[in-house]
């Protein structure tokens, strides 16, 4: 049973949007922090958004105002909401939760 599985990357045109999801199996979404990391190539990995279990957010400072981090109870599956999005955002998107990586989700960005 893998703990995290990510869906929802893809190929975008700069200005567009993407919503991914994580559902969490194993691990209580409502009851543990998650977040969303994303790791573009030559580049170390990144805190991108993340949630406590209590509900309190904080973003990176290059997506504030354009990522909304979320989370479906009932769904047991957080979400990242990406407007705006520019070829900057090109990364794996990775899920994180209590100490678990989901697979990673390509999202590409075309200018």
């Known amino acids: 049973q893998v703990p995290l599985v990510e869906s929802g990357g893809g190929l975008v045109e700069a200005g567009g949007s993407l919503t991914l999801s994580c559902t969490a199996s194993?691990?209580?979404?409502?009851?543990?922090?998650m977040a969303w990391y994303r790791q573009a190539p030559g580049k170390q990995r990144e805190l991108v958004a993340s949630?406590?279990?209590?509900?309190?957010?904080n973003y990176v400072d290059s997506v504030k105002g354009r990522f909304t981090i979320s989370r479906d109870i009932p769904k047991n599956t957080i979400y990242l909401q990406m407007n705006r999005l520019n070829p900057d955002d090109t990364a794996v998107y990775y899920c994180w939760g209590d100490a678990n990586w989901g697979q990673g989700t390509q999202v590409t960005v075309s200018s």
């Open positions: 949630m406590t279990s209590g509900g309190r957010i």
């Open positions: 194993g691990i209580e979404v409502a009851l543990s922090p």
